[in-house]
């Protein structure tokens, strides 16, 4: 079955950096786009950045151009979510998610935590 697993979440300083990882499993991944989506606390879902199956095409929410970058090495199945000059306002409960044939997002992982506090 589908599996995506987060990790790398936690405590930075506002200034600091983080990188999350998602492990995929159950299907092909490099036949997948792949998406990080993020929910603070009391909001709403927000996306953050997708990725295209090659890795060579990536998208990012307006307000995290440039401090937000996404990758993924499909020979480890894994995405990556590299976040610097992090905010408060990114603190977050963060999400890795399949894009699925009809282009939603299908499967989700159960999240890592990232708190941004000095």
């Known amino acids: 079955q589908v599996q995506l697993v987060e990790s790398g979440g936690g405590l930075a300083q506002p200034g600091g950096s983080l990188r999350l990882s998602c492990a995929a499993s159950g299907f092909t991944f490099s036949d997948y786009g792949m998406s990080w989506v993020r929910q603070a606390p009391g909001k709403g879902l927000e996306w953050v950045s997708g990725i295209y199956t090659d890795g060579r095409a990536t998208v990012y929410a307006d307000s995290l151009v440039g401090r937000f970058t996404i990758a993924r090495d499909n020979a480890k199945n894994t995405l990556y979510l590299q976040m610097n000059s992090l905010k408060p306002d990114d603190t977050a409960m963060y999400y890795c998610?399949?894009?699925?044939?009809?282009?939603?997002?299908?499967?989700w992982g159960q999240g890592t935590q990232v708190t941004v506090s000095s």
């Open positions: 998610a399949r894009t699925g044939p009809s282009m939603s997002l299908d499967y």
